[in-house]
């Protein structure tokens, strides 16, 4: 059993989905941790990615099929990880990169602490793989469900395996704050590792970019009504200060 499973939601992302795939494997190549598998869920309608798959070395990556599940990445995700066997799930989407030779060994040390139930790390954004814009650390915000993410994308989360939470199948633009939101009300707040460790791709392809003012307000009046029984006039106001946005 691996200590670490990077779980990777895959699909033909215009065209650009296995060069993406094929440049975050030669990140995860160059890690100085080696007790880790890579579990590649993938919906693309072609066999590119898979032909990534199979021929990358130095790393194990099992490829999995999902070409008849949702077409969202939150079923694509907890499809990677129901096929994962490490005691720590990792979160990367396909588009983003591991950043730094030392990044999977910070977060396997931060989970040494046996209290540590969740993680967050800091990222940036990135347009070509290598110049770091916009670096953040994560912090977690009151309303954070609400879409005020100060935490970031999915791949800069990881959990154990005993803790699992899987991703809503309800949502796609607020599918990140809503596990945060859920792993803080369980488990309380997550443990924060400071330093850039993932780069978060900006590319014409990227779903946040095509999301609709309908999507939006329709996700967000989910949202309302699931964390209802706990929310507070702060959460009402940034609410629908949220709704006035997506119009």
Not at 98 to 113: E, H, W
Not at 142 to 166: C, E, H
Not at 200 to 229: C, D
Request: hydrophobic share 40%.
């Amino acid at each position: 059993m691996p200590k670490l499973s990077i779980c990777i939601p895959a699909y033909d992302m215009g065209g650009h989905g296995a060069q993406f795939l094929a440049e975050s494997f030669e990140r995860l190549k160059e890690q100085t941790f080696r007790d880790f598998e890579v579990i590649v869920s993938d919906q693309s309608k072609d066999d590119a990615v898979q032909k990534i798959c199979a021929g990358v070395e130095g790393i194990k990556v099992h490829h999995v099929w999902f070409r008849d599940g949702p077409k969202q990445a939150s079923a694509n995700s907890n499809n990677a990880m129901r096929h994962a066997s490490g005691e720590i799930l990792k979160i990367l989407f396909q588009d983003d990169l591991i950043n730094g030779t030392d990044a999977l060994q910070k977060m396997s040390d931060a989970f040494s602490d046996t209290g540590v139930v969740w993680l967050v790390c800091g990222s940036g954004v990135t347009r070509d793989g290598q110049m770091i814009e916009r670096p953040m650390v994560p912090r977690l915000h009151p309303q954070i469900q609400f879409g005020k993410n100060t935490i970031s994308s999915p791949s800069v989360l990881a959990f154990r395996t005993t803790n699992k939470l899987d991703f809503d199948e309800e949502l796609i633009w607020l599918m990140d704050v809503d596990i945060y939101k859920r792993f803080a009300q369980k488990y309380g707040a997550p443990c924060v590792v400071p330093d850039t460790l993932v780069l978060n791709r900006l590319h014409m392809g990227q779903v946040s970019a095509s999301v609709s003012p309908e999507l939006r307000r329709k996700e967000l009046k989910y949202i309302r009504k699931k964390f209802l029984p706990h929310e507070t006039m702060k959460d009402r106001i940034q609410y629908y200060k949220q709704i006035l946005k997506a119009r």
